[in-house]
T-cell receptor
């Protein structure tokens, strides 16, 4: 079964502390994984994707196929990082492909 | 950048009536549009995928006769909730995939809050 699991509903850290948002997936093929972010009162937007191996706003995520994980990390959290973060898996099947989302983790960065 | 709009942003309707939600790609052509439903503090659940000019593909458990999707052009898709009931109250989000560029890029609308009384 194709599934994305984000075990933490809420992660609260202090400004300047390291952040790790966990994401595990279940997929039979070669996975394509993404992190989306939704700031307060804003729409969902792409943060980063594993194929790009990029760092966006200080965030990085490494795909670990052995552990089927794609955790999102940032060494020093900022207050403006407070948002809802969704891990997503691209699933292929039929005529098109689609994104399967995790349940999301609310990151709250305290001053 | 690519912008997706939704109209209305919120709507209240009476039980038994139908309501239409529009999703537009403002500055790009969308080969594919997706409709999601999000319950409070829960994830986005894909309802259906629509390709311009063809019938929508519905996810398992989604009633296609209740949630009518029309993708009439490369910039417009509509979701009509027919004979709405209070349990249909939710946040509906559309998303569009850009035509002719990065096949992985998908842009999201701001969502429509539907309340059925």
């Amino acid at each position: 079964a194709q599934r994305v699991t984000q075990p933490e509903k809420l992660l609260s850290v202090f400004k300047g502390a390291p952040v790790e948002l966990k994401c595990n997936y279940s997929y039979s093929g070669s996975p394509e994984l993404f992190w989306y972010v939704q700031y307060s009162r804003q729409r969902l937007q792409l943060l980063l994707r594993h194929i790009s191996r990029e760092s966006i706003k200080g965030f990085t995520a490494d795909l670990n196929k052995g552990e089927t994980s794609f955790h999102l990390k940032k060494p020093f959290a900022q207050e403006e990082d407070s948002a809802m973060y969704y891990c997503a898996l691209r699933s292929y099947g039929g005529a098109t492909n689609k994104l399967i989302f995790g349940t999301g983790t609310l990151l709250a960065v305290q001053p | 950048g690519a912008v997706v709009s939704q109209h209305p942003s919120w709507v209240i309707c009476k039980s038994g009536t139908s309501v239409k939600i529009e999703c537009r790609s403002l500055d790009f052509q969308a080969t594919t549009m997706f409709w999601y439903r999000q319950f409070p503090k829960q994830s986005l659940m894909l309802m259906a995928t629509s390709n311009e000019g063809s019938k929508a593909t519905y996810e398992q458990g989604v009633e296609k006769d209740k949630f009518l999707i029309n993708h009439a052009s490369l910039t417009l898709s509509t979701l009509t909730v027919t004979s709405a009931h209070p349990e249909d109250s939710s946040f509906y989000i559309c998303s569009a995939r850009v035509r002719g560029t990065d096949p992985y890029e998908q842009y999201f609308g701001p969502g429509t809050r539907l309340t059925v009384t």
